[in-house]
């Protein structure tokens, strides 16, 4: 598999930036597919990517804290 094509794993820090994009993509389609405007599309965006940063950041200090403590 090419190296551009694979998820980064959760113990690799650009999880947290790959959980705010996808965050704020989903949110703003939620936004678009409930047909709110521009500006409110934006918020929801924003919204969404503090929800995937925070999403990302647990996740990589779970797993990280998995493997420093030996499972």
Known sequence: ???????PSPSDPSIIAF???????IQSS????Y???RESRAHAAIDGSYAG???????????????I???
């Open 19 to 25: 959980t705010a994009a996808l965050g704020a993509f």
């Open 53 to 67: 940063t925070a999403f990302g950041l647990l996740a990589y200090f779970v797993v990280n804290a998995f493997a």
């Open 1 to 7: 598999m090419p190296p551009i094509a694979a998820l």
């Open 30 to 33: 939620w936004a678009r597919w």
């Open 35 to 37: 047909g709110h405007d």
């Open 69 to 71: 403590l030996g499972r």
